[in-house]
């Protein structure tokens, strides 16, 4: 069973960086396509973006493509989202997501293909 912790969600000013970070134990992500979703208090949660278990492919949605890079280190079973350029439309609870995939290439962009949730970190941005 894969578990996953994100970690260094923060306050930070418009315009700011963070640099998000997602751990799995229990469980390895190599077979697995890595996904960041958020969501804002009263909305639903929102794909962010999506990286292929080999780390070739990559996606984002649209409002935070050109700001937030994704990468992975399988071998440190970790997860990252650098995240610059920050607006207070960004705040939200950060989730990072794990789901199986069968080939190296494949990214999901939807949560139900996710199996494997964080808790979430929360990133606040103030104007």
């Known amino acids: 069973q894969v578990q996953l912790v994100e970690s260094g969600g923060g306050l930070v000013q418009a315009g700011g960086s963070l640099r998000l970070s997602c751990a799995a134990s229990g469980g390895t992500l190599s077979r697995c396509a890595m996904g960041w979703f958020r969501q804002a208090p009263g909305k639903e949660r929102e794909f962010v973006v999506t990286?292929?278990?080999?780390?070739?492919?990559?996606v984002y949605a649209d409002s935070v493509k050109g700001r937030f890079t994704i990468s992975r280190d399988n071998a440190k079973n970790t997860v990252d989202l650098q995240m610059n350029s920050l607006e207070p439309e960004d705040t939200a609870l950060y989730y990072c997501a794990a789901g199986r995939t069968l080939y190296s290439g494949t990214v999901y962009t939807t949560s139900r293909e996710y199996g494997y949730w964080g808790q979430g970190t929360q990133v606040t941005v103030s104007s």
């Open positions: 990286i292929s278990r080999s780390g070739e492919t990559t």
